[in-house]
């Protein structure tokens, strides 16, 4: 129920986070603003498949 999924950067860096989520609460795709320490701010962070 609570697959493990990639977040990657949507500022183009190839910055990946490994995440976990309940598919039954959130079935579509997960966006996050999380921090990005190649370019050293924060941007959104999209669920790759």
Known sequence: MR?????KSTAG???TYVTRKNRRNTPDRLTLRKYDPTIR????FREER
């Open 41 to 44: 701010r924060h941007v959104l």
């Open 3 to 7: 697959p493990v999924i990639k977040l």
């Open 13 to 15: 860096t190839g910055y």
